[in-house]
């Protein structure tokens, strides 16, 4: 299995970003937080500080499977700005088999300015969806469009993850990591959006 990666700026949402990364690894996906400053050291929007796996300057993305963008800000705003980050995600989205995730403002600041979302379904933190030329916007809480998995916001972060285990490993194992973490995953989008109604 290669390698994906977690991109961490100041100001990312917690939440967003430690959901995903404990359960892409609850499921054994090989998983790397990645921070783009010069400090492993990152702050997260309320003040959480985490201790990022790798510095982006020294690391080799070559066929990550998947690259995934938290949300928050300015940590969205931070990612879309670091110039090395832009040329890696037009390089992903080239790929045949690479694959992203973005939540929150992160569809729509980082993904959605790059113009790498034109023509795909996605789903954003309200507001943010006008960031996204040419996407086809879906008020849901989590979207699924090719080579992509966006989701709407914090409330959403748990499903988010189990889609990207689904789509890296298969509804079973999405399903058993769900069921470890008392999370029983719902059958269809509409029990998605009413699942805890």
């Known amino acids: 299995m290669k390698d994906s990666f977690v991109f961490l700026a100041d100001g990312f949402e917690e939440i967003e970003a430690i959901s995903v990364i404990d359960i892409l690894r609850r499921a054994g996906i090989l998983v790397k937080t990645v921070s783009i400053s010069a400090s492993l050291q990152v702050t997260g929007a309320h003040g ?5 796996d790798v510095l982006y300057d020294s690391t080799i993305f070559t066929d990550a499977e ?50 790498v979302l034109k023509g795909e379904k996605f789903t954003c933190y ?27 916001g914090p409330s959403s972060a ?27 995953p719902p059958r ?3 029990d998605t959006v009413n699942m805890f109604g």
């Open 48 to 52: 959480i500080i985490v201790v990022a």
């Open 158 to 184: 748990t499903l988010w993850a189990l889609e990207i285990v689904k789509e890296s490993l298969g509804e079973e194992k999405a399903s058993e990591v769900a069921s470890g973490m008392l999370l029983y």
């Open 126 to 152: 309200p507001s943010f969806e006008s960031k996204v030329e040419g996407g086809i916007h879906e008020p849901a809480k989590v979207v699924v469009s090719g080579k992509y998995v966006t989701a709407n």
């Open 66 to 115: 998947w690259l995934i963008f938290p949300g928050g800000l300015p940590g969205a705003t931070n990612l879309y700005e670091f110039a090395p980050l832009q040329g890696l995600i037009h390089n992903q989205a080239a790929s045949e088999r690479g694959r992203m995730a973005a939540i929150c403002a992160a569809p729509g600041e980082v993904l959605g300015q790059l113009g």
């Open 188 to 190: 269809t989008a509409h």
